[in-house]
Every structure is written in structure tokens, then in C-alpha cells.
């Protein structure tokens, strides 16, 4: 499985369907990553956790960018 992390994929699920459908797909995307990291065929692989770390350091970022953003629902 080849897994790329892309922020503008989600940046531009938040401008064509919001905030929620962002952070649905990003926490599917993760899982798939997560499961990959730790027990994909290879077993671990150390060097996808970086790309781990951006991703749930992303999905922080994302919550705080809907919570600042006055028109988006809670």
C-alpha cells in the first residue's frame, strides 16, 4: 500500500464540503496509515511514522481552523 499524505486533499474537502467531511476522510485516511505504521504485511515500518505524526498534527489544525472559523457549525 502506497500511502501519500497530502494536505490539500483535505483543505479542499473543507472549501467543497466543510469541515466534518474533512475530518471524517483525514481520520479514515489515518487509519489506513496507522494500520500500515504498525501491522501492515512489512510489520513496522519506522519510517512511515513521521508522515504519522504530520498527519495527526493536521488533524489538530484542522479542528482549531473550525472552531476559529465563525460560520462553520460545531
Do not use: C
Request: net charge negative; aromatic share 14%.
Amino acid at each position: 500500500m502506497n500511502l501519500q499524505f497530502e494536505r490539500e486533499k483535505y483543505l479542499e474537502i473543507v472549501r467543497i464540503k466543510g469541515y466534518s467531511a474533512a475530518l471524517t476522510a483525514l481520520h479514515h485516511d489515518l487509519n489506513k496509515w496507522e494500520w500500515q505504521t504498525f501491522e501492515g504485511p512489512e510489520g513496522f515500518l519506522p519510517e512511515m511514522w513521521t508522515d504519522l505524526e504530520k498527519i495527526r498534527e493536521f488533524s489538530i489544525e484542522l479542528w482549531d481552523m473550525q472552531l476559529r472559523d465563525p460560520k462553520a457549525p460545531l
